[in-house]
């Protein structure tokens, strides 16, 4: 859990961290509150803001449900934080404001019309349309993860199979390297070695790092991954028509070996080709901080 105290230029003045607390809830939300008493210590705050990884309803207070931290399904997370340091705070999906900061102050200063593709453990999703943030009648909108590429695919956390980011998060990544290993293990080897010699040692960095010195299977795994990719963007480049597209998380870190592929299937995939400009492919700029800086940015606002 990441605190800061940002500036209006995007500038973070001050930043604190603590460990996410395993019982999520309750537990969570008192050191949030604590994080912000610490900086409100050292730092006038006019408005403070907080992005959540989940889907936040649009009164900007309320978790609808978060699927990677425990209790925190329908809390009123802005209430609890207020009722604990008497600090008002607004709360934003984290993709949301991943996106928001980017467009501001990031790769994507200036555009009207952008979409952002958080590549994690799953794939965050957001919009920003004629330079509004979209965030729907409810505030999930544009939760392009869990957009249906397979039908009767892979059973996603959501419920549903052959969710997008079944096919292109951090974590099928991952799958795409396990399978080619299980295929092959003995060309392997290399590979293994980086995760303690086991399948399940390796980490999405181990695949990067490996696939930029070269490592076929590796480089294969970020490759279907960035195929994946492309070929949704495709479709999300005729649903929003956005003059770029943003690409997030650690995995950006693989460059080409995730763009090329990822631009070759949004060609190879795209309706009505040739006949329209199609958006940039660009990866992300502000890394980690983004979330932090696009929710101060949004609560602004
Ligand atoms: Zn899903």
């Not at 912000?36 to 978790?63: F, K, Q």
Request: glycine share 14%; charged share 20%.
């Amino acid at each position: 859990m990441l605190g800061g105290v940002v500036d209006e230029t995007g500038k973070i003045l001050r930043s604190h961290r603590r460990d996410t607390p395993p019982e999520g809830g309750a537990a969570l939300n008192q050191i949030i509150a604590d994080v912000i008493s610490e900086l409100l210590t050292t730092h006038d705050a006019e408005s403070i803001g907080i992005s959540a990884a989940g889907l936040v309803s649009s009164d900007r207070e309320t978790m609808l449900g978060a699927p990677n931290i425990k209790d925190w399904d329908g809390v009123n997370i802005a209430k609890s934080i207020f009722d604990i340091c008497g600090a008002r705070a607004i709360v934003e999906n984290d993709a949301n404001s991943a996106a928001w900061a980017e467009r501001v102050y990031g790769v994507g200063k200036g555009a009207e019309n952008l979409i952002m593709i958080t590549v994690g453990t799953g794939v965050g999703g957001a919009a920003i349309v004629d330079g509004n943030l979209l965030r729907g009648a409810n505030g999930t909108g544009a939760e392009f993860g869990h957009m249906k590429v397979v039908p009767g695919g892979e059973l996603c956390g959501c419920g549903i199979r052959g969710c997008f980011e079944k096919y292109s998060s951090g974590s099928a990544l991952m799958r795409h390297a396990r399978e080619a290993i299980n295929k092959d293990p003995t060309s392997a080897n290399g590979l293994l070695a980086r995760g303690n010699g086991t399948v399940e040692g390796l980490l999405g960095a181990h695949i990067t790092q490996a696939a930029c010195e070269g490592d076929q299977i590796a480089i294969n795994a970020l490759a279907t991954t960035g195929d994946w990719l492309g070929a949704g963007i495709a479709t999300l480049a005729m649903l929003f028509d956005p003059a770029i597209v943003v690409i997030g998380g650690g995995v950006v870190d693989a460059g080409e070996l995730l763009f090329e592929p990822a631009r070759k299937a949004m060609m190879r995939e795209m309706p009505f080709a040739g006949k329209h400009p199609v958006p940039k492919l660009v990866a992300a700029e502000l890394g980690n901080s983004a979330g932090l800086v696009g929710a101060a940015d949004l609560a602004r606002n």
